[in-house]
Structures are given as structure tokens and as C-alpha cells.
Nanobody, 121 residues
Framework: QVQLVESGGGLVQAGGSLRLSCAAS????????MGWYRQAPGKQRELVST???????NYADSVKGRFTISGDNAKNTVYLQMNSLKPEDTAVYYC???????????????WGQGTQVTVSA
């Protein structure tokens, strides 16, 4: 089993910044990718950003230029630096990890418990 522990959410005024962290632990052979999703009230969960073990990154159009994802492979941790926050960024942010465990090797997808980010106008 793999556990994801998130931290860094909170309340911030529009234009402010927050940094989210997500640390993976447990039966980890290799992490293929980690990322962040978010879900606002009444909306579907959506991709925010992903970070692959090779250093590749991907961002939703709505956060490009404002959010930066980075990772520490040695610590199995991914970070999301969020700048110039807007009220529409308000959501529960979930960490996701694509993990290979074992041996015997098997691949699975894991989710964190979520951390609330609230941006006031």
C-alpha cells in the first residue's frame, strides 16, 4: 500500500500565494508520475498539473503561468507553488500518484485525502 500525505492548503487573499506538498510513502518501487487535481463545489474533479519521474510537466490552461509543479524524487514528494491566486482557484486539491510497487511488480493509482484552498476576493 501507498500513502499520500498532503499539506499546505489554507485561506489566502486574491493575488496571494500558497505552496502545496505531497509526500508518498509505503510500498514504492517506482513512481511514474505525481500530480494535483482539484474539485470545486458542484464541479467535477479536474487536472491541475502533473510531474513525471523524468521531469516532464503538464498544466491546465487555467493555471499556466501562475502555478509551478516540481518534485523531489529522492523524497517521493511533489510540490505545487501557486502564485497570483484567484477566487476561482478555490477548491479541494488532491494529490495523485501513479506508483509501481513490489516485487512482484504491480501498478496502481493513489489519491491523497485532499487539502482545502480558499481564495478570498
Amino acid at each position: 500500500q501507498v500513502q499520500l500525505v498532503e499539506s499546505g492548503g489554507g485561506l489566502v487573499q486574491a493575488g496571494g500565494s500558497l505552496r502545496l506538498s505531497c509526500a508518498a510513502s509505503g510500498s514504492i518501487f517506482r513512481i511514474n508520475a505525481m500530480g494535483w487535481y482539484r474539485q470545486a463545489p458542484g464541479k467535477q474533479r479536474e487536472l491541475v498539473s502533473t510531474f513525471t519521474s523524468g521531469g516532464g510537466t503538464n498544466y491546465a490552461d487555467s493555471v499556466k503561468g501562475r502555478f509551478t509543479i516540481s518534485g523531489d524524487n529522492a523524497k517521493n514528494t511533489v510540490y505545487l507553488q501557486m502564485n497570483s491566486l484567484k477566487p476561482e482557484d478555490t477548491a479541494v486539491y488532491y494529490c495523485n500518484a501513479d506508483v509501481v510497487s513490489g516485487p512482484p511488480l504491480y501498478r496502481n493509482d493513489y489519491w491523497g485525502q485532499g487539502t482545502q484552498v480558499t481564495v478570498s476576493a
